[in-house]
C-alpha cells in the first residue's frame, strides 16, 4: 500500500485510493453552523465534472439555511462500522468547502439534475418540480484522508491531491 506522500508514486495511489473512497458513496454527512450552532446532516450527492460535490436540497432543511447565511461546510464521507475492524480506525475523507449555489434553470443546472436522476430515480424528478430546492456546489480547499492508526494526509481541492502525512 501506498505510504509516502513525498513518493510521486505513492501520492498518485493515494490520491486514487481516496478518489475511490469517495466514489463508494451515494451521500455524504454535512457540517454546517446555523444561528444556533453547529448542525449536522446528510445529503444524497453526485460530482461535477470538476469532481465537486453537488447536492440538490430544501431550504426547508436547516442545513440549507445554515449555507445560505454561511457558504462554507465540511463533508464526511466515511466507512461503516459493520465494513470496519476497528471502530477507532474507520476509514474517513473529511473535506472543507466553500459553497455555492448553481441556477436550476442554466444549462449546468440541467444537466446535473438529469444526472442526479439517473442516479437516484424518480424521486429527483419529483423534487425538481418543488420550488424550494436548490442545487449547491461544495468546492474542496482542504481536507484529509484517514486510512487508519497513523495514516492521516492532508489533500487539497476537488480532485484530493494529497499533500503530505500527518504526524501530529
Do not use: W
Amino acid at each position: 500500500m501506498p505510504d509516502d506522500p513525498q513518493n510521486p508514486a505513492d501520492s498518485v495511489e493515494l490520491q486514487a485510493e481516496a478518489r475511490a473512497f469517495r466514489a463508494g458513496f451515494g451521500s455524504v454527512i454535512l457540517a454546517t453552523h446555523g444561528e444556533a450552532g453547529p448542525d449536522a446532516s446528510y445529503a444524497p450527492y453526485l460530482l461535477d465534472d470538476d469532481e465537486a460535490v453537488c447536492v440538490f436540497v430544501s431550504e426547508l432543511a436547516s442545513h440549507t439555511r445554515n449555507l445560505f447565511q454561511r457558504p462554507r461546510a465540511s463533508l464526511l464521507f466515511i466507512e461503516s462500522e459493520a465494513e470496519a475492524r476497528n471502530p477507532f480506525t474507520r476509514r474517513r475523507l473529511v473535506l472543507q468547502c466553500d459553497v455555492s449555489e448553481i441556477p436550476r434553470d442554466s444549462d449546468t443546472g440541467d444537466r446535473l439534475l438529469d444526472a442526479m436522476q439517473a442516479r437516484f430515480g424518480k424521486t429527483v424528478e419529483l423534487l425538481r418540480s418543488l420550488p424550494d430546492f436548490h442545487l449547491l456546489r461544495f468546492d474542496a480547499i482542504d481536507g484529509s484522508y484517514v486510512r487508519g492508526f497513523a495514516q492521516a494526509y492532508a489533500l487539497r481541492g476537488n480532485t484530493l491531491a494529497i499533500q503530505e502525512r500527518r504526524s501530529a
